[in-house]
């Protein structure tokens, strides 16, 4: 039985979290005593409790991110009740991760933890572990602020990733952390930008390559900043990777030189999936929400890697930003489409906490859910009826059109070159008649709706 348990619920089985493996790996002399143990969101949770309780640590350490908060705080509600019925010694509990760093004090899910980190936490879980297993005294506040890590002296953790995981799953890596732009939706900015130095990376990533990886997930939000150095990884990956191993990048949509466009196109097909955050064309409010935004560019540089590159490209709009209505939102998703992204995915904007997107509460008459996941219900510009129809847009939109099920219908009702917004607003509004949900379809009768019309 291990002392130190570090547990995360993921989004589903094939997202293994990289923030554990950082933790073990950098616990110095106390690795050896640590284990990892991982679910997904459909676990069943009293399953998830007993295998806790049944390891029975001295310290359970749990990541703590804003698709896993309800799951999170229902999982240790159980925990609670078992502990307090003696059903196995309460061991002393550690949150962290990107939601726990920025809840208020307050917040319902820190009354059962002993300890909260807030940011970067491989130095201080590293140092509560040792306060707990060696006696040592605790610290005098309940939650601690830790500083920006030092990456070139940190453990990467890849070589915890097990063969399963490398054969299965994603691999989730990072050359870098943070983010240079001041964009008020997103924490990624708020320790600015840093990089692992590149060197030793790349040795992991063959290490990785060598053992089986099959796909590589970057973390990284700002890959192509540093132009030789995002060449330099490309074409590492470009000189390895055979399908159907593939590599996966969030890149800068309006940074795309000509050195950069001859590295992209050199990858075969299935190889290479890139990720375009545009998010709004509207210059009012990418200035409102701080948002460097080159629209004709960043439509060029689309229309270049659907025309010229066998990458997979994903492009993310979200609705419900500040001072933009309906009529505008339909306009940047018609000039999206029009550009032939690979899957264009409609966010709703979530005011997620500890970022300064609260500012415009007032001033732009913004509503959003108290709760995980913090989305925006109205604003001055959007209806919540303009709001919820877009919400039931956006999920038909993914499951005919992203996930290519329905690919012969979709390319003869919904020409690129066409406006697609207006008529798929009304097709997703006469399927939510006819079923009465957006979920839960089975796949045959979504068919036949859609050929009848």
């Avoid at 970057?218 to 132009?227: G, H, K, T």
């Avoid at 070159?417 to 957006?438: K, Y």
Wanted: aromatic letters at 10%.
């Amino acid at each position: 039985m291990p002392n130190i348990l570090l547990v995360a619920i993921n989004a589903k089985w094939i997202h293994p979290a990289l923030s554990l493996r950082l933790l073990k790996a950098n616990l110095g002399s106390y690795e050896s005593q640590a284990e990892i143990l991982e679910f997904a969101l459909r676990q069943p949770v009293t399953e998830q409790a007993d295998l806790i309780i049944e390891a029975r640590p001295r310290i359970l350490g749990i990541s703590v991110s804003i698709w896993n908060h309800k799951a999170t705080a229902e999982l240790l509600q159980i925990l609670d009740k078992a502990w307090r019925k003696d059903a196995a010694p309460k061991p002393a509990v550690i949150l962290g991760g990107p939601e726990a760093s920025h809840l208020p004090a307050e917040a319902d899910l820190f009354q059962y933890a002993d300890w909260i980190i807030r940011g970067e936490g491989e130095q201080a879980f590293r140092e509560l572990c040792g306060t707990v297993l060696d006696g040592l005294p605790a610290p005098p506040l309940k939650i601690t602020a830790a500083p920006p890590a030092e990456l070139a002296e940190l453990d990467p953790g890849y070589r915890l990733y097990t063969d399963e995981d490398l054969r299965r799953k994603l691999i989730y890596v990072e050359a870098s952390r943070g983010c240079p732009f001041g964009c008020e939706f997103c924490l990624s900015s708020r320790s600015g930008l840093r990089e692992f130095p590149l060197d030793s990376f790349l040795k992991e990533m063959d290490v990785l390559i060598r053992r089986g990886a099959k796909a590589f997930k970057f973390l990284d939000r700002s890959f192509n900043l540093n132009i030789p150095r995002a060449r330099r990884i490309l074409e590492f990956f470009l000189e390895r990777l055979v399908p159907p191993q593939y590599v996966h990048f969030e890149m800068i949509p309006s940074r795309f030189p000509l050195e950069l466009r001859q590295t992209v196109s050199a990858f075969p097909p299935g190889t290479l999936r890139l990720e375009l955050g545009i998010q709004t064309f509207n210059p009012v409010t990418a200035e409102l929400i701080g948002r460097q935004s080159d629209p004709e560019k960043e439509l060029e540089v689309l229309r270049f890697l659907s025309e010229k590159t066998n990458a997979i490209v994903h492009t993310d709009l979200i609705a419900g930003l500040p001072a933009e209505d309906i009529s505008s939102f339909a306009a940047g998703f018609d000039r999206l489409w029009q550009a032939g992204p690979t899957e264009i995915q409609v966010g709703i904007l979530k005011c997620l906490p500890g970022t300064p997107l609260n500012r415009h509460t007032a001033s732009q008459q913004m509503r959003y859910a108290l709760e995980p996941p913090y989305e925006v219900s109205e604003t001055g510009a959007l209806s919540r009826p303009e709001l919820d129809r877009i919400k039931n847009f956006a999920r038909f939109w993914e499951i005919i059109v992203n996930r290519g099920a329905f690919g012969g219908f979709s390319d003869a009702l919904f020409p690129r070159r066409q406006g697609v917004f207006s008529r798929f607003m009304d097709l997703s509004d006469r399927l939510l008649r006819r079923f009465g949900r957006n979920w839960g379809i089975p796949q045959q009768d979504l068919g036949k709706a859609l050929e009848s019309g």
